[in-house]
């Protein structure tokens, strides 16, 4: 299975931006699914997820109340939308996906099997 993550670009601060994440083959993802980002010199963060079981979400507390992560109907694509971004936010964002993926390690990226290639986010101030 590949992911492949999109929707990148360079904004304004307080603009928005909608990322996706689709597997090939239109495999369906809408479970254990993550985003996490990644800013020049710092370590991989974690940003968002929405749990196997039930389809909870959570996210990290710098990006609640901006960020949404949601699926489609057929459950073959994840979005991330965030508004009121802020320079903070630049990154690269990944998508990553484990179909297996307990509770207690959405936030864990060691818990993931399968990464998307990234995705650049840059917001100017």
């Known amino acids: 299975v590949q992911l492949q993550a999109s929707g990148g670009g360079v904004v304004q601060a307080g603009g928005s931006l909608r990322l996706s994440c689709a597997a090939s083959g239109r495999t369906v993802i809408g479970y254990g699914v993550a985003w996490f980002r990644q800013a020049p010199g710092k370590e991989r963060e974690f940003v968002a997820a929405?749990?196997?079981?039930?389809?909870?979400?959570v996210y990290t507390d710098s990006v609640k109340g901006r960020f949404t992560i949601s699926r489609d109907n057929a459950k073959t694509t994840v979005y991330l939308q965030m508004n009121s971004l802020e320079p903070e936010d630049t990154a690269v964002y990944y998508c990553a996906w484990n179909p297996r993926i307990i509770p207690s390690s959405l936030r864990v990226s060691s818990a993931y099997d399968y990464w998307g290639q990234g995705t650049q986010v840059t917001v100017s101030s």
């Open positions: 929405i749990a196997r079981t039930g389809g909870s979400t």
